[in-house]
């Protein structure tokens, strides 16, 4: 029987609170140039990019338990640029952590985001952080000077000696270059180079479900090494997806984005589901069961 009072149960509103989730955050390239108001290539406010992103995570409920930046936090690796970044990132009201990416300076990474993990101080930067039941792989790919990405032999180790510390907790990888191709012919030749070695540790590992990278500016995913693999979507300039190389790399202004990495409990590890979040404020949200309920919703 169809209770008197109130909406059709079809139309009732539920909320159901996943306790034992965890949300990961990432975050594509913003490239900060100074002074504020530069614009990178002449027409690309990538502050104002990394502002709204800031703004659109801070709205998320419930908000995500880590934001990584995924790589080029600056644009020509100026210290200004990194007092910039950080500056517009304290804005963020949840922890973050950030990678390096071919634009930046180790040093200047060092500096900028403190960590006690990183070594000594002419290493990588490869750090650890433990997120609930998660163990998140902050892993540097840089090579100094170069555009495309290695892993060093102290780096492998440490994600060897980091992933043999446990047999239980389900893992995530973040680095800035992706090691897998995109079919993308100006982005694959400055893609991880030395991508077997890193193969060779997952399939040792299989409590390791994600492999995340940024670089390629450009949302993609695939499999690698068994794990899932993705490429975070653009913040502001994307690059052109060109399968045949016409021209050199080139960019265009396309919607921003950011993935959202949810790890849900389940047999074995667990599994990761990532989802595609645009940035910015959009109308909603509605009830698919009344049209005039947006203010009970908000």
Known sequence: MRPTNGPHPKHRIFTIACHTCAQIARIGERRAPCPPGTLAYGCVDTAFALTRAVDTLNRLTPRPDLVVISGDVAHSA??????????????????????????????????????????????????????????????DSTVPGAVHGELDTATLSWIEKTLVASS??????????????????????????????????????????????????RAAQTVFAGASATICPAGEQAVTLEFELRWPEVFRIEPPAFHLHAWLPGTGFGSVVTHVVPIGEFAGPYSYGHATTRAALV
């Open 78 to 139: 100026l210290p200004e640029e990194y007092v910039h970044a950080t500056k517009l990132l304290g804005a963020l009201q949840m922890p973050y952590a950030a990678i390096p990416g071919n634009h930046d300076q180790r040093a200047l990474v060092r500096e900028a985001f403190p960590d006690p993990a990183y070594g000594a101080s002419d290493s990588a930067l490869n750090s650890m952080r433990r997120v609930g039941e998660l163990d998140i792989l902050l892993i």
């Open 168 to 217: 239980t907790r389900p893992a995530l990888l973040f680095l800035h270059h992706p090691p897998f191709d995109t079919g993308i012919v100006s982005s694959d030749g400055m893609r991880l180079l030395d991508a077997d070695p890193l193969a060779a540790l997952l399939q040792k590992h299989p409590r390791v479900l994600l492999v995340a990278a940024g670089h390629v500016h």
